[in-house]
């Protein structure tokens, strides 16, 4: 059984900054990607960045510039440095593993941006 864990969300002024933490433990044999992924209310959830295996990054165009996400392959951990957060990046954040065969997500974690 596979379970991510994540840690760092929170209520933050905008201009401040986060950082998530995702731990993945379990049954993990070989790790295509890591990713984040958020939902705010009333929308669809959607990528806000991820990261291959090999160090490839992708980011969606509206954090490009203020969140960097890493990654450690020998602790099967990502995590998103969140830096000039304004309110319209409010939303519960979910960390998301791609195996070969299988994608496993977190419970998420909220992230609140007051304005």
């Known amino acids: 059984q596979v379970q991510l864990v994540e840690s760092g969300g929170g209520l933050v002024q905008a201009g401040g900054s986060l950082r998530l933490s995702c731990v993945a433990s379990g049954s993990i044999f070989s790790i295509v990607a890591m990713g984040w992924f958020r939902q705010a209310p009333g929308n669809q959830r959607e990528l806000v960045a991820s990261?291959?295996?090999?160090?490839?990054?992708n980011y969606a165009d509206p954090v490009k510039g203020r969140f960097t996400i890493s990654r450690d392959n020998v602790k099967k951990s990502v995590y998103l440095q969140m830096n000039s957060l304004k309110p319209e990046d409010t939303a519960v954040y979910y960390c998301?593993?791609?195996?070969?065969?299988?994608?496993?997500w977190g419970q998420g974690t909220q992230v609140t941006v007051s304005s």
């Open positions: 998301n593993v791609v195996e070969r065969l299988r994608t496993h």
């Open positions: 990261i291959t295996s090999g160090g490839m990054t």
